[in-house]
């Protein structure tokens, strides 16, 4: 089964369609979701020397943080 790559650009020209704003934290999801899909394409002796970034969310309610994880 072969999943689609897509970009950091295409993911948030996706993530538009449905979030008005929060260009910022569109951008920085996009990037650490492509970084996280390609550490997992290293072979495996190499990917545990890619220590893997997480994102934490932060925000006052109705912000977004929600909406934008549930649109990835």
């Not at 650009?9 to 369609?17: A, F, P, T």
């Not at 545990?48 to 994880?69: D, F, H, R």
């Amino acid at each position: 089964m072969d999943i689609p790559v897509y970009s950091p650009r295409e993911i948030v020209s996706e993530l538009d369609r449905f979030i008005i704003g929060q260009n910022d934290a569109k951008r920085a999801v996009a990037i650490a979701l492509r970084n996280r899909w390609r550490r997992l394409q290293l072979p495996e002796d190499m990917r545990e020397e890619v220590v893997p970034k997480n994102i934490l969310m932060i925000g006052p309610t109705g912000c977004g943080k929600t909406e934008i994880a549930r649109r990835l």
